[in-house]
């Protein structure tokens, strides 16, 4: 199985908070993997920019260490000092003009696509961005990339927006949600639109519920400060969580465009009932992690490992969302995501509905209904269970069996982390897994009700022990509809 690489034109990328956790984690290894896989052309140069005073080798050396702990593969020396040879790095300070000059200096005046990535804390977009404006470093081929958080709310978002928007146009802003880089989530839309078989079949009359699970066995990491002050509904469901939602859910595009998919992004973002702050205790469950076992370890609560005694951050969240269109009316969307659970594992749990009339005997046993897994992550596949007759003589005995597709084992191919498409994406300009303005907007309008009726009603975390499933009353959230969560397996 070969993968084709298609090279990009030569660009300039400018990574503010070049020394970070980003940077080190997955921005240099995915380039790196990149020049590897030849998609480079010449001359490409990355430069690190952040408050730091490194030398260019200090920046080199730090790339050279991200790669031998980040990259799995073993590689040859020479790659790594012709990808080191690319880095340069200026210490600037966000709001210090001198340091622009430094910059300026250092970019140069060729015209070539160049991309400023902004790997650093929302607070310091609009210094940024304007900064880079009064230095004329925004040329008609700039494009500027922007991480989550995107706000804490719907006004926040807007303010941050709005001072991005004053310097880039919306055609050169990129705002990354890395799960749209996730193979397995490219891949939905080629399962639901490469295939005749499952859209006529993709909703209401067909479909009982959907599932998205996106299960994480980390605890806090070494993030207290930002986790405590956004919590799992910020951090995962406003975004990753909700464009799996649209994913699922949306019509099918005219084509890829990016607009053309986007649009109908959006439409289901605005489709999704509001939930009001009554409804919150119904609808919704909130959880933070107590003491117990995970990944074969014991592990603190995360009180103790916020070192304090008091947070009502929520690091589990459930949700029973509804859509409000012809296509999904009644059809609820069970989601549910947190940190310290029992497994790693995300994944998307098509349940169609149970056939309407069976004619088989009482001895055959149940016929259970069809179920579609996409799992994102570990271990990437697709499980579609069907029912068959159980092999053999004895006469008619049914079974429910999954016809079973695991892309490690069909594809011996790496699997390449999200970043290294989206950089790609960038600069070629394209912007179809990116996040357009109006759909952040949109998200933040669902879920800044959520926010606002879990304060009015006064609904706090329940705990739950670390490794776990999350709070009983997540189980009982399902269940109360007759419904079960899916168990990987
Ligand atoms: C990030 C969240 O966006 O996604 C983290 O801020 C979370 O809290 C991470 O751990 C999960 O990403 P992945 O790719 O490991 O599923």
Redesign the pocket.
């Given at each position: 199985m070969t993968s084709q690489t298609i090279p990009v034109d030569p660009f300039d990328l400018i990574v503010f908070g070049g020394t970070g956790d980003l940077s080190e984690r997955k921005l240099i290894p995915a380039l790196f993997e990149r020049q590897l896989a030849g998609q480079f052309s010449e001359p490409t140069r990355i430069i690190g920019a952040s408050r730091s005073k490194l030398s260019d080798d200090e920046f080199r050396s730090f790339a050279r260490k991200a790669i031998a702990d980040h990259v799995k593969e073993d590689v040859d020396d020479h790659e790594i000092r012709t990808f080191l040879d690319r880095l340069s790095y200026v210490s600037v300070d966000a709001k210090a003009g001198t340091d622009f000059d430094k910059l300026k200096k250092a970019i140069g005046k060729d015209e070539r696509t160049r991309v400023f990535y902004l790997a650093v804390a929302p607070n310091l977009f609009g210094d940024i961005a304007k900064n880079l404006a009064a230095h004329g470093l925004v040329t008609p081929l700039s494009r500027i990339v922007v991480e989550?958080p995107i706000g804490r709310s719907l006004q926040s978002a807007t303010e941050l927006n709005d001072e991005i928007g004053s310097v880039f146009g919306e055609q050169q802003i990129f705002r990354i949600d890395?799960y749209l880089g996730k193979e397995t989530v490219q891949n939905l839309m080629v399962l639901r639109f490469g295939n005749a078989l499952f859209e006529p079949l993709w909703n209401s009359a067909h479909i009982d519920h959907v599932q998205i699970t996106?299960a994480?066995t980390?605890g806090l990491e070494d993030r207290v400060s930002y986790?405590d002050k956004a919590g799992a509904l910020r951090?995962?469901v406003q975004n990753?969580i909700l464009q799996l939602v649209c994913l699922v859910a949306m019509e099918p595009p005219s084509s890829l465009d990016a607009d053309a998919v986007r649009d109908e992004k959006l439409k289901v973002l605005r489709s999704l009932k509001r939930i009001n702050g009554q409804e919150g205790p119904k609808l919704t469950v909130r959880g933070q992690y107590r003491a117990g076992a995970s990944s074969g370890g014991a592990v603190k609560g995360y009180l103790e490992e916020l070192g304090s005694t008091e947070s009502d951050t929520e690091t589990f969240v459930a949700i029973k969302a509804e859509i409000e269109n012809w296509r999904w009316a009644g059809v609820p969307f069970y989601l549910r995501t947190g940190k310290r659970l029992a497994q790693r594992g995300?994944e998307i749990v098509i349940q169609f509905k149970p056939i309407p009339h069976s004619i088989f005997d009482e001895s055959a046993g149940p016929v259970t209904a069809n179920q579609l897994v996409i799992r994102l992550?570990p271990d990437e596949g697709v499980r579609q269970w069907i029912m068959i007759k159980d092999p053999g003589p004895g006469g008619m005995r049914l079974r429910h069996v999954p016809l079973d597709m695991s892309f490690a084992e069909s594809f011996k191919v790496r699997n390449p982390d999200?970043y290294e498409r989206l950089l790609m994406d960038v600069i070629r300009g394209n912007q179809t897994l990116f996040m357009r303005r109006d759909e952040v907007e949109a998200a933040w309008r669902w879920i800044d009700p959520i926010l606002a009726g879990w304060e009015e009603n006064g609904q706090k975390v329940q705990g739950y022990t670390a490794g776990t499933w999350g709070p009983s009353s997540s189980i009982a959230l399902i269940e109360r509809d007759g419904r079960t969560w899916h168990e990987s397996d």
């Open positions: 989550k890395h996106v994480e980390v986790y951090d995962m990753h995300s992550q999200a």
